[in-house]
């Protein structure tokens, strides 16, 4: 488990200390058992939340690298395909404020979008099954 001092996971009152920073972009995620693409969702000083494909156990080390950013942490919880990050370190506001500027252009499209798309290119025979 990653050692950090005081973050919003340990709010005594369960309220985070920080704001959150709604986002929607392509990152990767490195654990010890492999690299894998996932969305980053949410993001604040102390944590933050991906959707990711492969399954994570709490407790397990990673890195998250996303548009030339990169946090080190832990997972702290999960929920279906949602992972909650606690980070070792908090980040700055640099690394906050320009993932605000990316996530104004390159914010990916939400699952029913994405799902609208693959059924279009499957109908125009773009995609096989």
Same mark, same amino acid.
């Given at each position: /488990?990653?050692? !950090?001092?005081?973050?919003? #996971?340990?709010?005594?009152?369960?309220?985070? *200390?920080?704001?959150?920073?709604?986002?929607?972009? @392509? =990152?990767?995620?490195?654990?010890?058992?492999?690299?894998? !693409?996932?969305?980053?969702?949410? +993001?604040?000083?102390?944590?933050?939340?991906?959707?990711?494909?492969?399954? +994570?156990?709490?407790?397990?080390?990673? /890195? +998250?690298?996303?548009?030339? #950013?990169? $946090? #080190?942490?832990?997972? @702290?919880?999960? =929920? @279906?395909? !949602?992972?909650?990050?606690?980070? =070792?370190?908090?980040?700055?506001?640099?690394?906050?404020?320009?993932?605000?500027?990316?996530?104004?252009? *390159?914010?990916?499209?939400? *699952?029913?979008?994405?799902?609208?798309?693959? $059924?279009?290119? #499957?109908?125009?025979?773009?995609?096989?099954?």
């Amino acid at each position: /488990m990653v050692p !950090h001092s005081s973050s919003s #996971f340990d709010n005594p009152r369960g309220r985070r *200390e920080s704001a959150r920073l709604r986002v929607r972009l @392509a =990152a990767r995620l490195v654990s010890r058992s492999g690299t894998q !693409h996932v969305i980053l969702t949410d +993001l604040s000083t102390y944590g933050a939340q991906v959707i990711a494909g492969k399954p +994570l156990r709490v407790g397990d080390e990673v /890195m +998250l690298l996303w548009s030339g #950013f990169e $946090a #080190f942490g832990d997972v @702290a919880w999960s =929920a @279906a395909r !949602h992972y909650g990050i606690r980070l =070792a370190d908090p980040l700055g506001q640099v690394v906050l404020v320009g993932t605000r500027q990316l996530d104004a252009t *390159e914010r990916l499209p939400a *699952e029913r979008e994405l799902t609208r798309r693959s $059924a279009q290119s #499957f109908v125009k025979g773009n995609v096989r099954l």
